[in-house]
């Protein structure tokens, strides 16, 4: 293999890690997952599963334990149980509280794995989760204290810490009690389910259908419960999984791009090598075949290396996997990614070598007496048809998506395959673009830095065609950074906005168990801890629509507000019939919010609420405003003592909540940059084996700069100026791409709201730098050989 091809190497080693890598942490993390769930049917031969909330009544496992192929059976409980932290306030997730379940009596088929301490045995004792746990920093020998049904404040002693997934309260806060305890504590009984362990010989089917006969229940084998929990499993991976094949997509794409520029560079440095083989005698198809076996050569070393390196990719990602909520677990090795890896390599490094191969096979025999073919004026014709067909495609999807055709969700797929659509003809472009946009970035320089620097202009500008394969590769990826940060930027701003426009408050207070309401008094009982403006806020249902109402919206009677961002679409003036049983009211609008509202789709006045909805006197939701002048330590503290006889009123801070969605849109755009850094490196590779393959083709002309009096410093500023504007070419278009882009998503997204652009420029300006300093940094080593001429 020739020393000149070791960086297509690279790149095909880089692309075909990150695919085999992505694929075999699919099956680590499956793998993971699966023992982690399938830990609700371990030892489970048969089990029968309530439907939606419904109970099993306690005769169904006095059944199934009479069955004669049951060697032991078990029920499993779960209701709801509110966990108190150490400040008294309720510990949610996703904004519900948490479990509790029995400790069962049938030790092979408890749904958790004891950690420390014991399991309870008695009244008064508990056991938790240990994410849970941790989370509000107990230990065993601590108190934990918990409401019951009344909502009163019960105390248990923390005995053990158990694991808990795969069953119903694994996703949340879950507390281990005896039977006893969790009818005393919730008053609820029944079993969410019962399982039985099989005698040899039992036919679990048989079983199954036996103890399931005549009962409203899901009955199933183990088998069945073990693969429903696996699927159940599989969904938490789905989005992770399609969003690192996407980025894995992008990466050999980028080495494709790298491929192509090596070889279409390789063929033109044999033209005259390859011409004077066709004046020996030989065929097309052998030269074509040529081509095709050094690339496939390379394609196979490659391939081979970067499955390797895949594997190591899997390894790093797995150990990273509790950072995104997934079990840790030792690399699985199948034979699907192994075998898959090699094949994309090999697949995709011939498959680019194909287009220099073809050309390659038509250089006539004369063209040894040449020094260079100039492209045919068809290719360049065909191209620029395809581009504009593209261009017009994209343009006419984006329109569709931004006017928000298929809802939100729809539209955001018009505007990314629009998108597709206008990149491609970007693509399809960039070597009519690269020459006057290399020309324009040089202009500034060439007047600063004199002879070095125009040369570079005039080098990068002459091969348009090279110019472009080469920043194309920095082009995808720095529009894909540009494009997600914009849309995280974006729609934080709007969000924020969007929130103070609403709700022009500090707290927010819900009820912590779903489908209750606050009690009246709440209110006034804020109110007199200081908070003078604390609004109730009370919400019904018309139907589909979600009417609310609140005093500070300012509704006059018999008009309403409608939210744009809702489920009805009005104008102002409109009339507007809302039916809530056998009651009706009209209305009409008077105005038409752009802001989201937690008051509903409809905001009423009181009276005309009252009409509608007689019998809700209780509030759904309390909007408080801090005292001005009250520093935010001291405000929560008061709010939190004026709420501590209510540990079911759920107080969420919303300065915390941006706080929070900050760090997370901070979290993801930083994933972002890590995952498309496999593909600004192979760009980076394909920017250095440009310039080193250039340096080798125009040897000749860099001895005659050198001789008419160029020096050695001139000529290495020369190609790292080059490498630099053919940098900034592909990072300033990525960069206007993906700003673009990113905001007609956005737009497209948020729908009637109209979205706040926000453009990261800070993040937008460390692209483009990180992707300057890499090019000069790649082209380090062409220069030097140059300037040793």
């Known amino acids: 293999m020739q020393r000149r091809l070791i960086p297509t190497l690279i790149a095909v080693v880089l692309a075909v890690a990150f695919v085999a890598g992505t694929l075999v942490y699919r099956d680590t993390a499956q793998a993971a997952l699966y023992d982690e769930y399938a830990r609700a049917a371990r030892n489970v031969g048969a089990a029968l599963t309530a439907r939606g909330d419904a109970r099993l009544a306690p005769s169904t496992l006095d059944t199934a334990r009479a069955d004669a192929g049951v060697a032991a059976a078990d029920g499993r409980r779960a209701e709801r149980l509110p966990l108190l932290d150490k400040r008294g306030r309720v510990v949610t997730d996703i904004g519900e509280p948490g479990y509790g379940i029995n400790a069962g009596t049938v030790a092979p088929l408890r749904p958790f794995d004891l950690h420390d301490g014991r399991l309870p045995a008695a009244g008064g004792e508990a056991a938790l989760d240990a994410r849970t746990a941790g989370r509000i920093g107990v230990a065993v020998g601590d108190q934990l204290t918990v409401v019951d049904a009344g909502e009163r404040r019960q105390t248990l002693r923390l005995v053990g810490i158990v694991d808990v997934t795969g069953f119903r309260g694994g996703r949340s806060s879950t507390v281990v009690v005896t039977d006893a305890e969790l009818t005393r504590l919730t008053g609820a009984a029944g079993y969410r389910e019962v399982v039985a362990t099989l005698k040899p010989g039992a036919s679990a089917d048989a079983v199954r259908d036996r103890i399931g006969a005549g009962l409203d229940a899901r009955a199933r084998t183990g088998r069945q419960l073990r693969d429903d929990l696996a699927k159940e499993a599989s969904g938490q991976l789905g989005g992770l999984l399609v969003g690192l094949g996407l980025f894995a997509l992008v990466a050999v794409l980028v080495a494709g791009f790298v491929i192509v520029n090596t070889f279409t560079i390789l063929m033109a440095q044999r033209l005259r090598e390859t011409a004077l083989l066709r004046c020996v005698g030989a065929g ?27 594997v190591l990719v899997a390894f790093g990602l797995s150990r990273f996997s509790p950072l995104l909520g997934l079990p840790a677990g030792g690399v699985v090795l199948t034979v699907p990614p192994l075998l898959a890896g090699p094949a994309l390599g090999l697949l995709v490094t011939v498959a680019a070598a194909v287009g220099p191969a073809l050309r390659a096979s038509r250089v006539r025999p004369i063209a040894a007496l040449r020094a260079a073919v100039a492209e045919s004026g068809a290719f360049r014709r065909t191209s620029l048809i395809l581009a504009v067909l593209a261009a017009l495609a994209g343009t006419a999807v984006t329109v569709a998506g931004v006017r928000g055709t298929g809802g939100a969700l729809g539209a955001m797929v018009l505007v990314m395959l629009g998108g597709i659509g206008n990149f491609a003809a970007l693509l399809l472009l960039t070597p009519r673009l690269a020459g006057p946009v290399v020309r324009g970035l040089g202009w500034l320089p060439g007047r600063l830095f004199g002879v070095p620097a125009r040369m570079a202009t005039a080098n990068a500008a002459r091969n348009p065609g090279r110019t472009a394969a080469t920043t194309a590769t920095l082009l995808i990826g720095v529009a894909l950074m540009t494009g997600g940060g914009t849309v995280a930027a974006t729609a934080n701003r709007t969000a924020d906005a969007q929130l103070n426009r609403a709700f022009p408050v500090d707290y927010v207070l819900t009820p912590a168990v779903p489908g209750k309401l606050l009690p009246a008094a709440v209110a006034g009982e804020v109110r007199a801890a200081g908070f003078p403006s604390a609004e109730p806020v009370r919400l019904g249902e018309a139907g589909d629509v979600l009417v609310g109402t609140l005093d500070s919206a300012g509704v006059a009677p018999g008009t309403a507000n409608v939210a744009a961002a809702g489920n009805v679409h009005a104008v102002v003036g409109q009339r507007l019939d809302l039916v809530a049983g056998d009651r009706r009211l009209t209305v009409t609008v008077a105005a038409v919010p752009q802001s989201a509202s937690l008051a509903g789709d409809v905001v009423l006045a009181a009276a005309d609420f009252a009409v509608l909805f007689p019998d809700v006197h209780d509030d759904a939701l309390v909007l408080v405003k801090t005292a001005p002048g009250q520093p935010a330590a001291t405000a929560r503290q008061r709010l939190d003592d004026a709420l501590a006889a209510r540990p079911l009123v759920q107080v969420a801070d919303l300065r915390e909540v941006r706080e929070q969605r900050n760090a997370e849109i901070d979290q993801m755009i930083a994933i972002l940059a890590a995952l498309l850094a496999f593909a600004l490196v192979i760009a980076v590779i394909g920017i250095g084996n440009t310039l080193a393959l250039s340096v080798l083709e125009r040897a000749r002309e860099s001895w005659l700069v050198r001789a008419l009096g160029l020096t050695r410093g001139q000529l290495r500023a020369t190609l790292l100026t080059e490498a630099l504007l053919m940098a900034l070419a592909g990072a300033l278009g990525g960069v206007a791409f993906g700003v673009l882009y990113g905001w007609l998503t956005t737009k497209a997204a948020f729908g009637a709201i109209q979205p706040q652009l926000d453009v990261p420029l800070g993040q937008l300006a ?19 050989r140059a300037a040793r001429a």
Do not use: I
């Not at 052998?286 to 095709?292: E, G, S």
């Open 766 to 784: 460390g692209f483009v730098g990180l992707a300057a300093l890499a090019a000069v940094l790649a082209a380090v080593l062409p220069a030097r």
């Open 284 to 310: 097309r198809g052998q030269v074509f075949r040529r081509v095709l076996r050094e690339a496939a050569l390379v394609g196979l070393v490659g391939a081979v290396l970067g499955t390797g390196l895949g």
